[in-house]
């Protein structure tokens, strides 16, 4: 269930950042980390395997971010934060989300 409602959260996300913008803006980044985290925090919760769960962050990363480099920052950042063994999304965006 958590995972259909960040699926939804994230698509919406998306939809916005697509409409109003032809570049990332910091703020959505910031947003976009802590989605991130989120995401990697019900899933590991979810006892899903990681590259399951790179798989599914990475869609909604490349979903909702256009710039390639930004996509790579975002990519990195949850690479880290799937390794690290905390599963509590503040802890998480306190880490990789600064």
Known sequence: MKKILLAGVCICVAAFAYANSTKDSSALMAQQCKISAETVAALKTLQYGNTAIRK?????????????????????????????????ASTLEMKYCS
């Open 56 to 88: 599914d962050v990475a869609s909604l990363i490349s979903t909702t971010l256009k710039v390639q480099d930004n996509r790579e920052i975002a990519q990195k950042a949850m690479n880290l934060m799937v390794d690290d063994k905390a599963k509590d």
